[in-house]
């Protein structure tokens, strides 16, 4: 079982150049949801899609833009890199639209370094 | 905002029972409060999610007061491998698509041999 797959694992990145972080999940979701956690800061919610088509802002959007390609993927965009976007980046994945009772399922992350 | 307060740190031996409290005041009615566990360098792993009084799995147990103004984990007879980050995680507003989840900043569990 693959559950959310996030790729790449590990970046590091210029200032000022852009990428796209993946995620895929295998498990028929609604809901997905890209993460950033640094320390001292708990998981912070960047962008959440809660159906194909669908994206919302959460709490730190400034700097990203998401795409949610199909009910499978859903990627993260930085546009122009700086310094302070570097973190550990996770996905999940949960099965309903609704948060209140359904787990999420998260990747291992993404380890961005940006200099 | 239903904000979460647990501990930053607590410290236990092998064998001994371990119980995280985490404060919600402002939990909403439709809110549950969940449990996450995270090691270094894995995302968070579902342990145990509940709306009131006590839940059991094969993993932990979950106290909810009537009020629902906290919460506590327990973890009991825990082993070395049980060292990592414990979140406590509850819902924010009325239901729906727009609702943004908090996360605590989470308590880190150190187990000693």
């Known amino acids: 079982n693959a559950g959310v797959t996030q790729t790449p694992k590990f970046q590091v990145l210029k200032t000022g150049q852009s990428m796209t972080l993946q995620c895929a999940q295998d498990m028929n979701h609604n809901s997905m949801y890209w993460y950033r956690q640094d320390p001292g800061m708990g998981l912070r919610l960047i962008y959440y899609s809660a159906s194909e088509g669908t994206t919302d802002k959460g709490e730190v959007p400034n700097g990203y833009n998401v795409s949610r390609l199909n009910k499978r993927e859903f990627s993260l965009r930085l546009e122009s890199a700086a310094p302070s976007q570097t973190s550990v980046y996770f996905c999940?994945?949960?099965?309903?639209?609704?948060?209140?009772?359904?787990?999420?399922?998260f990747g291992d992350g993404t380890r961005l370094s940006i200099l | 905002l239903a904000k979460t307060t647990q501990p930053i740190s607590m410290d236990s031996y092998e064998g001994q029972e371990v119980n995280i409290t985490c404060s919600h005041n402002?939990?909403?009615?439709?809110?549950?409060i969940t449990w996450y566990q995270q090691f270094p360098s894995q995302g968070p792993r579902f342990i145990i999610q509940?709306?009131?009084?006590?839940v059991t799995n094969e993993v932990a147990s979950l106290f909810i007061p009537a009020d629902r103004k906290s919460s506590t984990l327990s973890l009991p007879r825990v082993s070395l491998s049980d060292t990592a980050v414990y979140y406590c995680l509850v819902g924010e507003g009325q239901a729906g698509n727009n609702r943004k989840l908090i996360w605590g900043l989470g308590t880190s569990l150190a187990v000693n041999p």
């Open positions: 402002n939990i909403a009615t439709n809110d549950y």
């Open positions: 999940a994945s949960r099965r309903d639209r609704d948060p209140s009772n359904q787990p999420q399922h």
């Open positions: 509940g709306y009131k009084t006590k």
